[in-house]
């Protein structure tokens, strides 16, 4: 099969993630990929939940005296919503309309980048604000470890679409780049799946108590 | 979704598939939707100051729920051709599961 055969809305095959046998390769490689990530960030949530709270004095500020729930839930809106858009670029990408595809994977990797300037604010200010730092607690290394290895996550979602926008920018949407666009956009809802369970059980139950 | 028969002539299948794909959309509108009200939920519960004892269970439930959407809906697990897909994940979930439970009952400080 030619993977650069041109195609119209019309001759587009439904399901192009899965036409190739490439495609078949690393969708099934990429569910595989993400049962590990499932298993790395179970340990990481693990680790933060043995370790929470878990300060060497009384001058150090613990998860309730630090989160505060209008900056989560900001957070927590934009990448819920960032997971929406790639949802609306992946129809686009199944009724093979590109530009539409390109518009809403570029308002995803706006939505992400808000994200990202929310999660250094956030981590700035507990640094300065309480000196909760990664190596001023178990409970501090515990917590960047967690949420900043979901936070590099999303600084190579968003490089990952990034290039796949650039690397296929006047390409056009092929079985060649359907997969590679199909992938990245599981990638990016499983970042969101991350990251339910983080504003539940680091936030919401660590404001709980 | 995943019949491969259905590619093979796509064009005889067309106004169909668009028509699925706008109703598989609304599906997909409808679940952030409901994640959109599950997250207000939770953080309502938290702001309302329940005993742990309550909220704890109650915001699990509604993570779980939103994952679920999430995998089904946003990440099509809900279509054909997922079994592998699914044993993989379900795999990785059960020992996540094991292994959180096992930090919560003999990491100690």
Do not use: C
Not at chain 1, 16 to 28: D, S
Not at chain 1, 120 to 132: A, D, K, L, P, S
Not at chain 2, 17 to 30: H, I, L, N, S, Y
Request: charged share 15%.
């Amino acid at each position: 099969m030619d993977m650069n055969q041109k195609y119209t809305a019309r001759t587009w095959p439904e399901s192009p993630e899965k036409t190739t046998l490439e495609g078949k390769n690393k969708f099934l490689g990429f569910w595989l990929f993400l049962g590990g990530e499932t298993v790395l960030f179970a340990s990481l949530f693990a680790t933060y939940l043995a370790l929470k709270d878990k300060v060497p004095g009384n001058d150090h500020a613990l998860a309730a005296d630090m989160f505060e729930l209008p900056l989560v839930f900001i957070m927590t809106m934009l990448l819920l919503t960032s997971s929406l858009t790639s949802v609306y670029a992946m129809y686009h990408m199944k009724n093979h309309n590109y530009q539409k595809m390109q518009t809403w994977l570029l308002i995803t990797v706006f939505l992400g980048l808000a994200f990202l300037g929310f999660e250094i604010y956030e981590f700035n200010h507990y640094v300065h604000e309480f000196h909760h730092t990664f190596t001023s607690s178990a409970f501090g290394s515990a917590f960047y470890t967690l949420v900043g290895f979901h936070g590099a996550h999303v600084v190579v979602g968003l490089g990952w679409f990034t290039l796949l926008l650039v690397r296929n920018g006047k390409r056009g949407l092929n079985l060649y780049n359907a997969p590679k666009f199909f992938t990245a956009s599981l990638y990016w809802h499983f970042i969101d799946v991350v990251w339910v369970f983080i504003f539940t059980v680091v936030y919401l139950m660590g404001m709980v108590g | 979704m995943a019949h491969e028969s259905t590619s093979a002539n796509p064009k005889v299948n067309y106004e169909y598939r668009r028509r699925k794909a706008r109703d598989e959309m609304r599906g997909q509108v409808t679940s952030f939707a409901m994640m959109i009200f599950m997250t207000f939920i939770a953080f309502i519960i938290v702001i309302a100051d329940f005993d742990k004892f309550y909220a704890f269970p109650v915001l699990l439930v509604l993570a779980g729920a939103q994952v679920v959407l999430q995998l089904y809906y946003f990440m099509h697990m809900s279509h054909k051709g997922h079994g592998t897909a699914a044993l993989f994940l379900y795999s990785g979930a059960l020992i996540a599961f094991v292994t959180i439970l096992t930090f919560l009952t003999i990491v100690w400080w």
